[in-house]
């Protein structure tokens, strides 16, 4: 197993910030795993939102670019999503999700290909 946990969702006004945070209990992990961010919103499909592979490349779905970043913190063994300028339509439940081989920004829409995922957290953007 791959233990992720998610942190750091919330509810924000359209505008507002939040920053995620999945916590990878395993050091292998954290440095040998593509690692990504999905969102699943209510009665839709869950859909990738960006990731980074472990060449510290990033790729990013074309709704959240310029106003999301995927980062990590070595020291923390952490992943995170700084979401600025969140509107409703990203309001979903978010996952934090690992992939044991590398992957490129084809893998944003094969959730199949990701083998390890996080309990969630909600994200809600009131208009």
């Known amino acids: 197993q791959v233990p992720l946990v998610e942190s750091g969702g919330g509810s924000v006004q359209a505008g507002g910030s939040l920053r995620l945070s999945c916590a990878v209990v395993?050091?292998?992990?954290?440095?040998?795993?593509?690692m990504g961010w999905f969102r699943q919103a209510p009665g839709k499909e869950r859909e990738g939102v960006a990731l980074?592979?472990?060449?510290?490349?990033?790729s990013y779905a074309d709704s959240v670019k310029d106003r999301f970043t995927i980062s990590k913190d070595n020291a923390k063994n952490t992943l995170y999503l700084q979401m600025n300028s969140l509107q409703p339509e990203d309001t979903a439940m978010y996952y934090c999700?690992?992939?044991?081989?590398?992957?490129?920004?084809?893998?944003?829409?094969?959730?199949?290909?990701?083998?390890?995922w996080g309990q969630g957290t909600q994200v809600t953007v009131s208009s």
């Open positions: 395993s050091e292998y992990t954290y440095h040998r795993y593509c």
């Open positions: 999700a690992a992939r044991g081989a590398y992957c490129d920004a084809s893998l944003l829409h094969l959730t199949s290909m990701w083998g390890y």
């Open positions: 980074l592979n472990t060449d510290g490349s990033t």
